[in-house]
């Protein structure tokens, strides 16, 4: 058997607000399965990437978020390397295209609006009946904890899109604010793992279908259901390495409220890492792709 040799490419620290060594240690322990199922997997810095140093590899594992970085996913997965996550898919989870598709795919999602940040829209919302807002970046991945934004009443919402307008910010989603439980998951596509806790519980941890068991006076939830949805947003986002947040109603309803593309796994970390192992050299083997 040839030689399968795979870049896996690191995300930029700026890209990493909270999370730059919880991001490095999954696709290092990601990185180790391979070369234990006999890869030659080389690790690069994005900026390495940039300046052409995984160009002799046709295998990318990427968890980029430079735009620079994504436009040269894409034109390598064009030229027919293995990219995963793809980076359209890492692309399609900007704020602005993830809305879009997700509403567009019948995923469970607040009510929405994308809008130029020098707009007024103060009296839009005010009409919209929504209770409280959040504003969020809307033309690429958060940077900062101020890219995404809560904001009480119309005239809090105006002023934060004012500030992303001085920051030179030209898009954002405005989404109707959820009350409920916040739900944190994990998955890797193709695959049956999942991994889901309430964000403020003290037995996280938990995963799979039935686990995240209701504390006093929380609804249920059905994991297993979220899984299936979280599968379908994944699909319909075009990334096979996902992550997220979903707020649960009192009825036991829930939407997703964010999917990111290749997360920390910080909570499952060694768990998930054989698992995306394993569903990589599923990819590599449909794809046909090693040198």
């Given amino acids: 058997m040839a030689e399968v040799r795979i870049a896996a490419i690191m995300r930029a620290a700026n890209f990493s607000p909270n999370h730059i060594g919880n991001d490095a240690a999954i696709l290092n322990l990601v990185a180790d399965q391979l070369r234990k199922r006999g890869c030659t997997v080389s690790v690069y810095s994005e900026e390495q990437f ?52 997700l509403l567009g795919s019948g995923i469970p999602f607040p009510e929405s609006i994308a809008v130029d940040t020098d707009e007024v829209v103060r009296d839009r919302l005010a009409r919209s009946g929504w209770d409280a807002f959040w504003v969020k970046r809307a033309d690429m991945h958060a940077q900062h904890r101020e890219d995404v934004s809560y904001a009480r009443h119309p005239q809090e919402a105006q002023e934060i899109l004012q500030e992303y307008f001085l920051r030179g910010i030209g898009r954002a989603v405005i989404c109707r604010h959820l009350t409920g439980e916040l739900v944190k998951f994990y998955g890797v596509a193709g695959t049956p793992f999942f991994h889901c806790y309430f964000h403020f519980d003290s037995s996280r941890g938990k995963h799979g279908p039935g686990a995240a068991a209701a504390a006093p006076g929380r609804p ?72």
């Fill in 50 to 101: 940039l300046a052409g140093a995984a160009d002799d590899e046709h295998i990318l594992l990427a968890m980029c978020r430079e735009p620079r970085s994504i436009a040269m996913l894409q034109q390598r997965e064009d030229a027919g390397d293995l990219v995963i996550n793809s980076g359209y898919g890492i692309e399609n989870c900007t704020r602005e295209r993830m809305t879009r598709i």
């Fill in 220 to 291: 249920a939830l059905d994991a297993e259901r979220l899984r299936v949805t979280c599968a379908r947003a994944a699909e319909a986002l075009d990334v096979k390495v996902y992550g997220g947040d979903a707020i649960l109603g009192a009825d036991g309803s829930f939407s997703i409220i964010d999917l990111n593309d290749w997360p920390s796994y910080a909570p499952c970390r060694a768990e998930v890492a054989p698992v995306i192992a394993r569903m990589v050299m599923a990819e590599i083997k449909k794809h046909g792709s090693h040198d």
